[in-house]
């Protein structure tokens, strides 16, 4: 299970894997998909039990489990490690010093921080200074990240394990919260806390009532605000990022055994069962009451699950894109994963203005083929379409936007 244990990246350039560009474009194209409104598609049709399903997978759970929206995030951390290997052997291929590595590391977390910050100010008044935004919390970690990139694989995994043991115990030391915790007071509605809320040891993780919570009331309250941080109205904290790092270095290792000279089996069955390991210890560990399989606050027992399934997607796109060869039918998800800084940026920002200008030009009735219901669908289809038209553009004339 150990992949190469070199204490450096070779510094022979990387060949860049269709693969991993594949996974990170899907992830991506996840996240664009929000724009299909499936949830609104459910609604308007509550009697179809394809339409539930699939709104379901769309949507965050609400505290305890998963849903295939629920991988986007921590796929696109786990990449960010899986680069890494790559990134820095190339880098040293074309001569860089490993000083002017580190500084450009350095910058690329400040950016990240910054860049999350200010996508989620741009609906704001004033900054808005939160820290929960994906692109932040990897900035956060990838500090810490980069330096554990030069390490041993071995060093690799001890750090793995000291960021998710210590983090458990930390939440496991933070006192349970009083019989009488007033939970209206930090948006936690009673018929949420019946139907999602834990007991027991498990309400060490309870939400907006545990160490992460606790902390933001202090750590968010040091910036200029409109008002006063009292709670994130889904559970999410800044202190995540810690857990994130854990997701961040199964993917650098991962990006290791990627790298490594061996057959492309022994490394699909490598990804194999990590990943059975991680989905099996994640989801036992939650069930047995040791800590709660909880994505919206990065529980150790979320990284194992979670991480998990980076292992085995990641090995299913190597095994067809790279081993077998099946290249052509990833192109759409290539373009998007290569220009993933540019997908997440248009997302966030022009999904607004794109969608109103199709129904600005084509009309409403366009839309309304399909009937009413599915209005949303063809709006949303229509200016996925543009995004992705957009990072096929960019492709064509080679503009990858990087930090």
Known sequence: MNPNPASAPAPAPATRLG???AYRGFVMLLMM?????????ATALPESGVWQFLAWHQSHVEWIGCSLHDLIQPSFSFLVGVALPFSIANRMARGESRGWLTLHALWRALLLVLLGVFLRSTARNSTNWTFEDTLTQIGLGYGFLYALGWCQVRTQWIAFAAVVAGYWAAFAAWPLPAADFDYAKVGVKADWLAANGVTGFAAHWQKNSNLAWAFDTWWLNLFGREKPFLFNGGGYATLSFIPTLGTMILGLIAGGVLRRDAPAAAKIRWFAIAGAIGLVGGALLGWLGVCP???????PTWVLYSGGWCFLLLGLFYFVIDAWEKRRWALPLVVIGMNSIAAYLIAHLFEGFIQKNLVTHFGNKVFTVLGAPCRPLLEGAAALF????????MQRRKIFLKI
Do not use: A, P
């Open 19 to 21: 693969s991993v560009d």
């Open 293 to 299: 399989v909880v994505k919206r606050i990065w529980t």
């Open 386 to 393: 543009v995004m992705w038209l957009m990072l096929w553009w």
């Open 33 to 41: 998909g929000e724009v299909l409104r499936l949830k609104r598609v």
